[in-house]
T-cell receptor, first 114, second 113 residues
């Protein structure tokens, strides 16, 4: 099946710094990618829908200036957590839309903000 | 929008038993449903899907049942194995082709050898 990668897999940073997470579709082109956030023992919560060449669509309650999304090519979307704080510590997962109802998930990025 | 719960119930079974994981969805406009398996520290993996014009679909060792009357979805795993231990999520997507699935409450499946 289609492969989606994320980089880095784990990141630890100091409070106030910014962190960039990359999501790549390795063997297919994805005009649409999704970013999710998952707290321990909880479900995946959709943060935003990233469309190549246009602005991301953010879910209600997600700060677009805090979580910057860029989808500059058909195989790469990036999520930048700006001025990260401990409450931003979470598991961030991206997915890429393949066919009509296909969605392929990345392995996730564990962010820890000290 | 309509939401799904955030609690994480646990199902413990013995190896070889059949497992049934349940999910209640709330959006009556949903017409496409997916089950995902998520192992610790990894992203979700697709298991099986079903459209609202069906009430049952079978895969390898897995069966999904859909009851639209009561908005209930279940995943049956036959002859459960230790490798099936994971968190299982149902996801629903509304009609209209936008396909932005909403994840439901996960269930942690623990298989004892």
């Amino acid at each position: 099946g289609a492969v989606v990668s994320q980089h880095p897999s784990r990141v630890i940073c100091k409070s106030g710094t910014s962190v960039k997470i990359e999501c790549r579709s390795l063997d297919f082109q994805a005009t649409t990618m999704f970013w999710y956030r998952q707290f321990p023992k909880q479900s995946l919560m959709l943060m935003a829908t990233s469309n190549e060449g246009s602005k991301a669509t953010y879910e209600q309650g997600v700060e677009k200036d805090k979580f910057l999304i860029n989808h500059a090519s058909l195989t790469l979307s990036t999520l930048t957590v700006t001025s990260a704080h401990p409450e931003d510590s979470s598991f961030y997962i991206c997915s890429a839309k393949g066919g009509v109802n296909e969605q392929f998930f990345g392995p996730g990025t564990r962010l820890t903000v000290l | 929008g309509e939401s799904v719960g955030l609690h994480l119930p646990t199902l413990s079974v013995q190896e070889g038993d059949n497992s049934i994981i349940n999910c209640a969805y709330s959006n009556s406009a949903s017409d496409y449903f997916i089950w995902y398996k998520q192992e610790s520290g990894k992203g979700p993996q697709f298991i099986i899907d079903i459209r609202s014009n069906m009430d049952k679909r079978q895969g390898q060792r897995v069966t999904v049942l859909l009851n639209k009357t009561v908005k209930h979805l279940s995943l049956q795993i036959a002859a459960t194995q230790p490798g099936d231990s994971a968190v299982y999520f149902c996801a629903e997507s509304p009609s209209g082709g936008s396909y932005i699935p909403t994840f439901g409450r996960g269930t942690s499946l623990i298989v004892h050898p």
